[in-house]
Nanobody, 116 residues
Framework: QVQLVESGGGLVQPGGSLRLSCVAS????????MRWLRQAPGKPLEWVAT???????HYADTVRGRFAISRDISKNTLYLQMDSLKPEGTAVYYC??????????RGQGTQVTVSS
């Protein structure tokens, strides 16, 4: 059974940084293509970043150059380092094993609020 548990969200000022974590279990994490998604208030779920099993990465234009996705296989954990955060980054962030919408295989999410 796939389980994904996110943590690390919180309140941060514009320009600040946060690192999100997602502990995975129930599948072969080291080889899996993994994604970070987010959902801002009143908006649909959107894709943020992908880390492929072969270690290639892909980012949404809105976060490229500021966010970095990575994983620690020894800890079965996926990360999202978020720098230079903007108010429009306020959202619930999810990690997901799903390869396409509606991204049903995802965790419960962690809230990120970017505000002064």
């Amino acid at each position: 059974q796939v389980q994904l548990v996110e943590s690390g969200g919180g309140l941060v000022q514009p320009g600040g940084s946060l690192r999100l974590s997602c502990v995975a279990s129930g599948f072969a994490f080291s080889d899996a293509d993994m994604r970070w998604l987010r959902q801002a208030p009143g908006k649909p779920l959107e894709w943020v970043a992908t880390l492929y099993g072969g270690r290639a990465t892909h980012y949404a234009d809105t976060v490229r150059g500021r966010f970095a996705i990575s994983r620690d296989i020894s800890k079965n954990t996926l990360y999202l380092q978020m720098d230079s955060l903007k108010p429009e980054g306020t959202a619930v962030y999810y990690c997901s094993k799903s390869s396409s919408k509606p991204w049903t295989e995802r965790g419960q999410g962690t809230q990120v609020t970017v505000s002064s």
